[in-house]
């Protein structure tokens, strides 16, 4: 049987080669089901749902994500995108947080700073990633 950490590698080689995001939330649904404490697949999944416009999906996987790391940067702008899409306030304290992080790890910064441009590249008009990375980078 497939770990959970080899479905994980699968599913994100998988998404780096281009495949639809929708195909492969159920691979990361089974992940977080199987390895509930895996914030990497939380984040994962929270992003998947951000691309096929599901923000309310995308804000409850953010929020397990950023429970259990408070301390990842893109578990907070996927969170904060999330709760631009659906109108809830509060965000500007998960922006702020995910740009105290960035700010001391150059590694994060350009994780970071890639994820916005794949975002961007497969969903252009993207307008609540645009905004969450003018307040990152720009604010």
Same mark, same amino acid.
């Given at each position: 049987?497939?770990?959970? @950490?080899?479905? #994980?590698? *699968? $599913? #994100? @080689? +998988?998404?780096?080669?281009? *495949?639809?995001?929708? %195909?492969?939330?159920?691979?990361?649904?089974?992940?977080?089901? +199987?390895?509930?404490?895996? =914030?990497?697949?939380? &984040? !994962?999944?929270?992003?998947?749902?951000l691309l &096929?416009?599901?923000?309310?999906?995308?804000?409850?996987?953010?929020? =397990?994500?950023?429970?259990?790391?408070? /301390?990842?940067?893109?578990?907070?702008?996927?969170?904060?995108?999330?709760?631009?899409?659906? $109108?809830? !306030? $509060?965000v +500007? =304290? /998960?922006? *702020?947080?995910?740009?105290?992080?960035?700010?001391?790890? %150059?590694?994060?910064?350009? *994780?970071? &700073?890639?994820?916005? @441009?794949?975002?961007? %590249?497969?969903?252009?008009?993207?307008? !609540?990633?645009?905004?969450?990375?003018?307040?990152? #980078? @720009? $604010?």
């Open positions: 049987m497939t770990t959970p @950490e080899e479905l #994980f590698k *699968e $599913g #994100f @080689e +998988r998404y780096q080669a281009g *495949e639809d995001p929708e %195909t492969l939330i159920p691979v990361f649904k089974e992940i977080c089901n +199987r390895a509930p404490k895996n =914030s990497n697949a939380w &984040t !994962s999944l929270a992003w998947l749902y &096929t416009d599901k923000p309310k999906l995308a804000y409850n996987a953010a929020k =397990s994500a950023v429970k259990l790391n408070p /301390h990842d940067p893109q578990a907070r702008v996927n969170l904060a995108t999330a709760m631009l899409d659906l $109108g809830k !306030s $509060g +500007r =304290s /998960h922006v *702020e947080l995910a740009a105290q992080l960035v700010l001391v790890d %150059t590694d994060w910064q350009q *994780e970071i &700073t890639k994820n916005f @441009e794949d975002g961007l %590249t497969r969903k252009p008009d993207w307008k !609540s990633l645009i905004k969450v990375k003018q307040w990152l #980078f @720009e $604010g």
